[in-house]
């Protein structure tokens, strides 16, 4: 039972590029959430899908971010036109079902931009 | 706005002995807390949670104290051992609220010496 896939681990990108992350929610998972991490600081909520909808989008910045879970395939975080202040580690996670928060976290993909 | 705060960076605590990790909350709408632990290079792996209708949650080794009135929670771990050793996150949200998103706050890095 595999759990919460992210790939890639590592992503470098040149300034102005475009960054795409993958997530795999476990089996049985419906539900997405993208969080990120930024140096010293805690994980921040960025955003929560369902399969084919975006249910919060409250944590995403207005600009070049934008997240998706199509009815096929993984959970693809999109940033356009990276900045250096886009250097952080993206975690997603899933949960079976709404009102469950002891969701599983994958091992995050490290982003840095040069 | 830090509405869950750590204000312990880091904690050292010999093994065999208690390690209590503190968190506060300024939002008095949230009714259901989390603590996630993290190793480097990974994603948080759930701990133990506590839903405000309770004062205490038990598990193993583990246990998260809830004073609502002092808007404070702690997890103690007794006996403490060298694999304990991590960053441990607090995260709170409104189990009300329509989406599953998490407030996390910025970490303690626990250290276990042997």
């Known amino acids: 039972n595999a759990g919460v896939m992210q790939n890639p681990r590592h992503l470098v990108r040149r300034r102005g590029q475009e960054a795409r992350l993958r997530c795999s929610p476990m089996?049985?998972?419906?539900?997405v959430y993208w969080y990120r991490q930024l140096p010293e600081e805690g994980l921040k909520f960025m955003v929560y899908l369902q399969k084919e909808n975006i249910i919060d989008e409250s944590g995403m910045p207005k600009e070049r971010f934008s997240a998706e879970f199509p009815k096929e395939g993984p959970s693809i975080l999109r940033i356009q036109q990276v900045v250096r202040g886009d250097s952080a580690a993206y975690f997603c996670?899933?949960?079976?079902?709404?009102?469950?928060?002891?969701?599983?976290f994958g091992s995050g993909t490290r982003l840095t931009v040069v | 706005d830090q509405q869950v705060k750590q204000n312990s960076p880091s904690l050292s605590v010999q093994e065999g002995r208690i390690s209590i990790l503190n968190c506060d909350y300024t939002n008095s709408m949230f009714d259901y807390f989390l603590w996630y632990k993290k190793y480097p290079a990974e994603g948080p792996t759930f701990l133990i949670s506590i839903s405000s209708i309770k004062d205490k949650n038990e598990d193993g080794r583990f246990t998260v104290f809830l004073n609502k009135s002092a808007k404070h929670l702690s997890l103690h771990i007794v006996p403490s051992q060298p694999g304990d050793s991590a960053v441990y996150f607090c995260?709170?949200?409104?189990?009300?609220?329509?989406?599953?998103?998490?407030?996390f706050g910025t970490g303690t890095l626990l250290a276990v010496q042997p």
């Open positions: 995260a709170a949200s409104a189990l009300g609220g329509a989406t599953n998103k998490l407030i």
């Open positions: 996670a899933s949960s079976p079902q709404q009102g469950n928060y002891g969701y599983t």
């Open positions: 089996k049985g998972h419906s539900h």
